[in-house]
C-alpha cells in the first residue's frame, strides 16, 4: 500500500513539471526564431536625417540605499549591451546629494546622465533629469511645483508609475514612464517562476521575461487621454527601474560573494527594454542634445531582448516632422519605417484607426489627432506572441 502510495506521489510530482517542460520548449523556439530575425534585418535608409541612439532610464545604484549595484557593475552592463546612454534616477538620501554624486559624464564610451526619483506630497514619483540637491527636500512640494522648479532649471520631469496616481495629468510634467520593467515583475507568480527557473533558467534567463511581460495598457491608456485632453505635447519613456537587487547570495566576512543567483542584473535589465532617441546626424551625442532630443519627443521604446528596434522612424511625408513634432493638418500621410518586416497598427487618439504589414507602411492622415504607432512581431512564438516591440511617441495633427 506504502508502495502505491509512494508511486502515485511520484506520478504526480513528473506531470506536474510536464507545463514547465513544455515552457522551456517554447522559450527554445522563441530563441530560435529571434536568431532567424536577426538575420533578416534591413539597413536604414541612408537619406535618413537622424542617427538612432539606445539607452536607459531610471536606473539606481548603491547610493540611493534601494540598490546592491556598483558603479562598476552599471558600465560593464552598458558597455555588454553596446548602449549609448544611461540615465540615473537615484532615491534621494537626506545627508548627501545622490544625483552629484552617481555616475555623471561619459564612462568607457558610454554617455551618463545623473537624476533622481522623487514623491510628491500628492503621492506622484518623478523622474528629474537632470537631478537636484535638493532632492531629498522637496516631498512635502505639489506635482506642479516640483516641476515648475525643474524647468527653471532647464530639466526634464518624468511622471512614474502614472497608474499609481493621477494628479500628474494636471500638471505640467514633460512626459510620462509608459512602462516600467519593475512594475511589469509584480505580475510574476513566485511558485511558477521557481519551476520556471528549475527547467530555463540556465539556458534561457533573459527569455523567461517573455512568460510574464504585459503590454502596458492601462499606461497607455492614462498617456493617449493625457495627450488628447491636455492638448500639449507628452513624451513616451520606458523605464527600466534598475536595481540589480533580487536574488540570493552567500558571501564571506570581505563581502566577496561565494555563491549566489541575481535575477535582476543590470545587464540583463538593459537587454530587455531600450529607450532609443533620434538625434540629427552632425550633432553628435551628447548630455545637451540627447535631453533636447528627449524634451521633443523625438524617441521611442523597444524591447529590443526580442529584436533591435534601431532602424525605426515615423514621420510625415512632405515635412520634416518625426514623432514627437507637432504639424497643421494639411491631408498629410504618415510614413512608418522599421528594420523588420512586421505588423504596424496606426493608433490616433488611443484609438486604432489601421494596420500594416511590412517594413514600410503609410497611413493617410486627414483629421486632428494624436497619432502614434505600435509594432508587432506577429513570427515571435508564444510566450511572446501578441505582444508589443515598439512603441512610438506620436506626431501632433493640430
Keep these: 500500500m506504502k508502495r502505491r502510495i509512494l508511486i502515485a506521489i511520484l506520478g504526480l510530482a513528473v506531470l506536474s513539471q510536464i507545463p514547465f517542460a513544455y515552457r522551456r520548449y517554447r522559450l527554445r523556439q522563441l530563441r530560435n526564431t529571434i536568431q532567424q530575425l ?43 549591451n553596446q548602449l549609448d546612454f544611461v540615465i540615473m534616477t537615484e532615491h534621494p538620501q537626506a545627508e548627501f546629494d545622490t544625483s552629484a554624486m552617481t555616475l555623471n559624464g561619459t564612462h568607457a564610451g558610454i554617455l551618463f546622465i545623473n537624476g533622481n526619483e522623487v514623491a510628491t506630497a500628492g503621492g506622484d514619483r518623478l523622474l ?10 522637496i516631498n512635502i512640494q505639489s506635482t506642479q511645483q516640483i516641476v515648475e522648479q525643474q524647468k527653471l532649471n532647464g530639466g526634464l520631469a518624468l511622471a512614474a508609475y502614472p497608474s499609481e496616481s493621477e494628479s500628474w495629468k494636471s500638471s505640467a510634467v514633460d512626459g510620462v514612464e509608459v512602462y516600467n520593467l519593475f512594475t511589469n515583475t509584480r505580475q510574476i507568480r513566485p511558485v511558477i517562476m521557481f519551476f520556471d527557473g528549475l527547467w530555463s533558467y540556465r539556458s534561457y534567463a533573459d527569455l523567461m521575461f517573455a512568460n510574464f511581460f504585459q503590454r502596458p495598457d492601462e499606461n497607455l491608456r492614462l498617456w493617449d487621454e493625457a495627450n488628447v485632453t491636455s492638448k500639449r505635447k507628452l513624451i513616451a519613456i520606458a523605464g527600466n527601474d534598475a536595481h540589480s537587487n533580487v536574488g540570493l547570495s552567500l558571501n564571506d566576512s570581505s563581502g566577496k560573494q561565494l555563491i549566489g543567483v541575481k535575477l535582476d542584473p543590470y545587464e540583463r535589465s538593459f537587454r530587455t527594454v531600450r529607450t532609443h532617441v533620434l538625434i540629427k546626424k552632425g550633432n553628435g551625442l551628447t548630455r545637451e542634445s540627447l535631453l533636447e532630443a528627449l524634451s521633443q519627443g523625438h524617441c521611442y521604446i523597444s524591447f529590443d531582448l526580442f529584436a533591435e528596434g534601431s532602424g525605426f522612424n515615423l514621420s510625415a511625408r512632405n515635412s520634416d516632422a518625426i514623432m514627437g513634432d507637432e504639424i497643421a493638418v494639411t491631408n498629410s500621410e504618415l510614413i512608418v519605417r522599421v528594420p523588420l518586416a512586421a505588423r504596424i497598427v496606426m493608433i490616433r487618439n488611443g484609438s486604432l484607426v489601421e494596420q500594416r504589414q511590412g517594413t514600410t507602411a503609410e497611413f493617410s492622415a486627414t483629421d486632428p489627432g494624436v497619432y502614434r ?26
Design 38 to 80: 536577426a538575420a533578416q534585418r534591413i539597413p536604414p535608409a541612408p537619406e535618413n536625417e537622424y542617427v538612432d541612439y539606445k539607452g536607459v532610464i531610471h536606473v539606481h545604484s548603491l547610493l540611493g540605499g534601494h540598490s546592491t549595484g556598483t558603479f562598476a557593475e552599471l558600465i560593464a552592463a552598458a558597455k555588454a
Design 128 to 137: 528629474l533629469i537632470p537631478g537636484t540637491s535638493n532632492a531629498a527636500a
Design 373 to 398: 504607432v505600435e509594432v508587432y512581431l506577429d513570427n515571435l512564438p508564444a510566450p511572446a506572441l501578441g505582444k508589443p516591440w515598439i512603441v512610438s511617441n506620436p506626431i501632433y495633427l493640430r
